[in-house]
């Protein structure tokens, strides 16, 4: 199961609301592997997603687990949950598949988001929030990713963020030759735009983080300066162009200080791109006079613009990704014991509807809410039997010893003989159809 919202479906402003920074990840992930319904869990958080990559044998219970942890921590609200998408099994996979290949991303940045996906993945590891099923679904995801790169000219007419920003910088300054950097951030991002700054022809650049080893490791890979953060006043009173994205969780410069900024100026013109998640800018600092503010979603819109070989590229990759996901898909049916466990539910389900008809003949007649109750109880208890046996199947490496306990399973509950009836009369197919009206099916 994939729950999560992204750049497509939320605005900046909600995004940055459900963003979960790197450090608190880590209790996040504790919290959700001890939540009801929920097996394994990833979760992924950048500035253009916040996504839960989940497993879970019943998946109404782990949504409803999620939908609690976002309201108690988030204040999600019911009119917002329309901003997340919900998808299962082929759906999930295939979107864990696209979101590693960077189709889902700004520019279709596959080795950004892969990194961010590997990070996510270690992050869970971490604190045993992944087993073998949720492993086994981003290394079948990384594969993708290598095919995907390997078969089509996606990584070719792909647009970088140093691209983006370039362009951004052509418009208000024509160019960015001879003009003068503040970086503050020393990510993987900050880094590739620094290096494509200075080959574009920047005069100075000046490179700034909350650690200031980073600042000094990064400074001298790019041969900039390093400053300490202490001194960002000094810098921006000079910069043509900031960039910034120091991961702090909280503003570094607010309108207040945006208007001193200014008027020591003179107003002469700067720009500044917050890349930060969340933002490390004020969003009322665009009003400021003489400050030109753009932030993810100024680069968003950068990135509309496709090409017709782009869009040959996305086409290819996507059919590439439909059949690698239903392929998955249908190994792990096989390998999670799901023909056995659909048929073991269906002949529980069986048993109990013959041993309530009998019930209800004898003890009856019963109030309408009375036999509600009834079959949604047996419906629980054999979805559960179900539920366990899939986990067990699970939990045994070696395929052969899986196909015995299937076996066995199937010869003590007769699943491979036709459906005779066990202890009493067999129930039409309407009151098939009757008997489980709250049960949730089983999803794989």
Not at 140 to 149: D, E, G, M, Q, T
Not at 207 to 218: H, W
Not at 375 to 397: C, D, M, N, W, Y
Request: glycine share 6%; net charge negative.
């Amino acid at each position: 199961m994939v729950v999560g919202l992204n750049h497509r479906t939320a605005p900046l402003a909600m995004r940055e609301r459900f963003w979960i920074g790197e450090t608190r990840r880590y209790e996040v992930l504790r919290q959700l592997k001890k939540a009801e319904g929920i097996d394994e869990a990833v979760v992924l958080s950048t500035a253009c997603r916040t996504e839960f990559f989940l497993w879970a044998d019943e998946p109404t219970l782990a949504a409803n687990s999620l939908l609690q942890f976002l309201t108690a921590a988030h204040g999600l609200k019911l009119s917002e949950w329309e901003h997340f998408y919900r998808l299962l099994d082929d759906a999930a996979l295939a979107h864990i598949f696209q979101v590693v290949s960077g189709l889902d991303s700004l520019g279709l940045r596959g080795t950004e988001i892969e990194n961010q996906v590997k990070t996510a993945w270690e992050q869970a590891r971490t604190v045993g929030a992944v087993g073998s099923s949720l492993n086994g679904v981003l290394e079948a995801a990384l594969r993708v990713s290598a095919k995907v790169r390997n078969e089509t000219a996606l990584r070719q007419v792909s647009v970088s963020l140093p691209a983006a920003i370039l362009e951004i910088v052509a418009v208000i300054f024509g160019s960015v030759e001879g003009r003068k950097i503040l970086l503050i951030g020393t990510g993987e991002s900050a880094e590739q735009t620094g290096r494509r700054l200075i080959e574009s022809g920047a005069a100075s650049l000046v490179v700034m983080d909350p650690l200031p080893e980073r600042a000094q490791r990064l400074a001298l890979a790019l041969g900039a300066r390093a400053a300490a953060m202490a001194e960002r006043w000094k810098y921006l009173r000079r910069a043509d162009i900031v960039i910034t994205s120091s991961g702090c969780p909280h503003v570094i410069l607010t309108r207040e200080e945006a208007e001193h900024i200014a008027q020591e100026r003179n107003r002469v013109a700067f720009v500044i791109l917050d890349l930060g998640m969340p933002r490390d800018v004020d969003p009322e600092v665009r009003r400021v006079d003489g400050i030109l503010l753009h932030d993810i979603e100024s680069l968003e819109h950068v990135f509309e613009h496709e090409s017709e070989e782009s869009r040959t590229a996305v086409a290819q990759a996507e059919k590439i990704i439909a059949a690698e996901a239903s392929a998955f898909h249908r190994r792990l049916r096989v390998e999670s014991g799901a023909p056995t466990a659909l048929n073991l539910r269906r002949r529980l389900d069986e048993l109990c509807r013959q041993e309530l008809d009998s019930f209800i003949e004898e003890r009856g007649p019963f109030s309408r809410e009375q036999d509600h109750s009834l079959h949604a109880i047996t419906g629980q208890l054999t979805q559960k039997i179900a539920s366990f046996l899939v986990r067990e199947l699970k939990e045994v490496p070696e395929k052969e010893e899986q196909e015995r306990m299937a076996a066995a399973v199937a010869r003590l509950f007769h699943l491979d003989s036709p459906q005779a009836a066990i202890a009493g009369p067999i129930s039409d197919q309407a009151n098939d159809r009757r008997s489980h009206p709250d049960a949730v099916a089983i999803n794989y």
